[in-house]
């Protein structure tokens, strides 16, 4: 799938690999891979933890504006 991206789509995909893959990866390649993976899960998580339990909205666009207000309201708890 990595291989058929590269092709049609013109997208290189990082991917972090098992230990036991036949692909392996360059030792600074895995670094810098598995601590941009630990950043965005920290990310992802402390957005999770600003949502609410349930998102009540209507409509699709109600939705969507929702959410983007928490990830809005997180860049402005990283910031101040």
Do not use: W
């Amino acid at each position: 799938m990595e291989d058929l991206f590269k092709e049609t789509e013109q997208v290189r995909l990082q991917i972090a690999r098992k230990t036991n893959s036949k692909r392996k990866d360059k030792p600074y390649v895995a670094y810098i891979k598995e601590a941009m993976r630990k950043i965005i899960e920290t990310s992802i998580s402390q957005i999770c933890s600003l949502m609410p339990r349930h998102i009540n909205a209507v409509t699709t666009n109600g939705f969507i504006i929702k959410l983007m207000l928490v990830v809005m309201a997180f860049q402005i708890k990283q910031i101040i």
